[in-house]
């Protein structure tokens, strides 16, 4: 009997194989991003104008036609007592696996940063003063996000921390993410989400003060919002929604690259795709698809996920293989090619994260090993990084030139400087020799 699944399997042996896999990448792209002329897209706008002209009023009102709850000005921030009791109250053997990720996570980003070094002479590093963090809401605790984007400011040495998030836990943010933020010495807390929390910390109100730069994963309404802001305030990149790229030949298990694909599916909406040079490997992935997602609490909305946004797709070759996948510039990729697997990494030029290997799938970076999760999606990675602590940094250049250097150059200026008819440039150095 066919099964709902078999349809999102394709070869390069199909005569509509090149459109398959076009209309595979519109899918994903306009996964984390709405169109131009969209109704979405003009609603959006409509969003963040209103904030930006009504401030906390609009807040409040967007709060509760989108969340369903109704808050006041003065009770969108979470007050320190509540940080508190939500720390008190965590699970104590959750809390340890936190604190680990919190300090892998450190340790990792304080050795990647450049802030510090002051390597050339010739530029200073200072930290962003003030940053505005989104966390998804969901039913279910986030806290990982928070690690995954505080701990990157506060190694870059920023001051402020702002933390959003919708009131999606009983009319409030769920007490492990509370908890993470009173862990890491955060006390600016908000619920808030969506849209309008993007454009209330853009601008600014009475409540809440403005940030210098957003960050975040989020659907597709804050991240179009963050895209929308930009300008005024930094922000980081297009973060959302998930996806992940397998590349994985006859020598991977078959079992784990469906695993992988539904951990990414679950989210829905979540971009799940296999390429692999063997249709005997493919038939035996889709044959454990159909499997493990029967187990799943929320099968059939997994299932719907993956016939949108899954894909399991035979190419003739490796090197196609690789060809397309730095074309589709994932969030993730991961590789599963027995020991050919670091071989084929090298060949990869765009892709927000790299697991190598059987035994490195995507849930490794999302919690643990201390690289940020918040990483460029809808093929983005072509020009995105992922977040890191040297995002809160700014870069000043320093020029300190000595009389006799400022004569030394003098010509070369003033003749450059009149090449472009400015003469009062020119003159700036004149009267100094």
Partial sequence: MPHELDRIIFSYKQSNFEKSLSELRFKVVHAARFKIDSEENEQLRKIVQDVMKRGDEAVAEYTKKFDGVNLLPEEFRISESELKKAHKGIDKRLLVSIQGAIKNVRTYQTEIFVGDKNICPGIKYTPIKRVGICVPGASAPLPSTVIMTAVLAQVAGVKEIAVVSPPRYQGSIHPTTLAVCYELGIKEVYRIGGAQAVAVMARGTNTIEKVDKIVGPGNQWVQMAKREVFGPVDIDLIAGPSEVLILANSKANPAWVAADMISQAEHNPGSAVV?????????????????????????????????????????????????????????????????????????????????????????????????????????????????SANDFIKSTSIIEYSKKQLAESADDIIRLAEAEGLDAHAKSVKIRL
Avoid at 294 to 322: H, M, P
Avoid at 326 to 346: M, T, V, W, Y
Wanted: net charge negative; with cysteine; glycine share 6%.
């Fill in 275 to 387: 390429f692999t040079d063997s249709e005997k490997f493919a038939a035996n992935v889709l044959a454990e698809l159909k499997n493990q997602v029967r187990e799943l609490n929320r099968s059939k909305e997994t299932i719907e996920c993956l016939k949108k946004f899954g894909a399991i797709i035979v190419f003739e070759n490796t090197d196609e293989i690789i060809t397309q996948a730095n074309f589709f510039a994932p969030e993730h990729l991961e590789i599963q090619c027995g020991d050919e697997s670091r071989k084929i990494a090298e060949r990869i030029e765009n892709a927000g994260a790299i697991f190598i290997g059987d035994f490195s799938p995507v849930a490794i970076g999302d919690y643990w090993a201390g690289p940020s999760h918040t990483l460029p999606t809808g093929m983005t990675a072509r020009f995105f990084s992922a977040l």
